[in-house]
C-alpha cells in the first residue's frame, strides 16, 4: 500500500475532527473521555475483509454473505451483515463500520479513525494461522507497525501518540486455536490445561507488544461456548446434536486463565487497562433461551442446512438457505447472525465500557 501524502494533512485532520467531534455515541461515555479510534486484531468473528487478500479458503466475500450489509455487499464479513467491530465502533460513536486494513479504497480518514488487521481462522498458536494460510497475529502486529508509521506521515508523532494512547484496542482470538488447532492437532502434545497456559503466554505477549507500540486500553474477548456452535453439534454432538461438552469445559478452562493472565499484566503494567470480556454466557444465554430475544433457531445457522456450512460451503448456490434471518442467532454453522451480535455487543458496552475507557490509576 502506498504511504499517505502529507501535503492534505491539515484539511484532512480538520475534517476529520470535526466528524469525530459531531459523531454522537450510543453509550454515555465517563466524563471527559473521548475514543478516537477502534483498532482491531484477531479472526473470523472481526474479519472485514482482509482475508479477501489472501490465498486462502477462509473467506466470506461471496454472496449470501453480507446480504444484509449495506447496499447488500458480501465484504468479506462472515456473517449477513455487520460483525462485532462495527458494533462496538458505532456504540462508541467513532463510525459506522469498521474497514479492513488491506482494503485497496482504504481512505486517510478511516486510518485516523481505525481499521481492522483480522483475519479469519487465525489464533494466538502459531499454528492455528499456518494451516489455513490466514494472517498470523505476528502478520498483523507487523500491519499495525505500518499503520502507525502511515499515522505519523499524516499527523505527527504527538497526535499519533495521542490517537493510540487514547483508543480502544479490541482482540478477538482462541476459537480456532481450541475447536480446531487443539481438537485436531495439538491434543497429541497437550493436556487441555497445559495448552491454555501456552495460549495464555502468546497472547500475553502480544498484550505487551501493543504495549509497547504504544497501546492503552486493550479489551480482549473470550471463547466463546464452543462446543454450542452448529458445527460443533454436528461433528462431535451425537445423533441428537447436543452441546459438546469438552469443547466448553475447554473453552471455560481458557477464559478462566486469560482472565487471570490479563489481571497480571494489569498489575505489571499499571498505566493500560486489560479488560477481559466474557463472551461466553451472553452468547450460551441467547442459545439455550433464544425466545427471550425473540430468536426461534438456535441449533443451525441460517446459511445451507445450517448444520455444517461455513465460508466456501455457505454459497449462492445452496438451495436450503433460510429467507428470514432475524429468527436465527446463528448465520453459518459458525458464525452468529448480525442481530445476534447486535444484541451481545449492546450489553457488552453497557457493562464494560467503564472499564474500557479508564486507566488503572484512575479507576
Known sequence: ??????????????????????TEALVKLPDNETVPALIVFGDSIVDPGNNNHLVTVAKGNFP??????????????????????????????IKEIVPAYLDPT???????????????????????SKIPSVLSLSDQLEMFKEY??????????????????KSLFLVVQSSNDIASTYFTVRREQYDFASYADLLVTWASSFFK??????????????????????SQK????????????????????????LSSGLDSLNT???LAKFVYVDIYNPLLDIIQNPQKSGFEVANKGCCGTGLIEVALLCNRLNPFTCNDVTKYVFW???????????????????????????????C
Open 106 to 128: 482504504l481512505q486517510p480518514s478511516d486510518l485516523l479513525t481505525g481499521v481492522s488487521f483480522a483475519s479469519g481462522a487465525s489464533g494466538y498458536d502459531p499454528l492455528t
Open 268 to 270: 505489571n503494567f499499571p
Open 148 to 165: 502507525t508509521g502511515k499515522l505519523k506521515a499524516m499527523v505527527g508523532e504527538e497526535r499519533t501518540n495521542t490517537i493510540l494512547s
Open 209 to 230: 507488544e501493543l504495549y509497547g507500540l504504544g497501546a492503552r486500553r486493550i479489551a480482549v474477548f473470550g471463547a466463546p461456548p464452543l462446543g454450542c456452535l452448529p
Open 64 to 93: 449470501p454473505y453480507g446480504r444484509d450489509f449495506i447496499g447488500g455487499i458480501p465484504t468479506g464479513r462472515f456473517s449477513n451483515g455487520k460483525i462485532p467491530s462495527d458494533f462496538i465502533a458505532e456504540e462508541l460513536g
Open 1 to 22: 500500500m502506498k504511504m499517505l501524502s502529507s501535503s492534505s494533512t491539515i484539511p484532512l485532520f480538520v475534517s476529520v475532527f470535526i466528524i469525530l467531534c459531531s
Open 234 to 257: 454436528s461433528l462431535a454432538g451425537g445423533i441428537q446434536r447436543e452441546c459438546v461438552e469438552n469443547y466448553n469445559e475447554a473453552a471455560k478452562l481458557f477464559n478462566t486463565k
Open 332 to 362: 453459518d454453522s459458525y458464525h452468529p447472525t448480525e442481530r445476534a451480535y447486535k444484541i451481545i455487543i449492546g450489553g457488552i458496552i453497557q457493562e464494560y465500557v467503564g472499564s474500557f475507557l479508564c486507566s488503572n490509576s484512575a
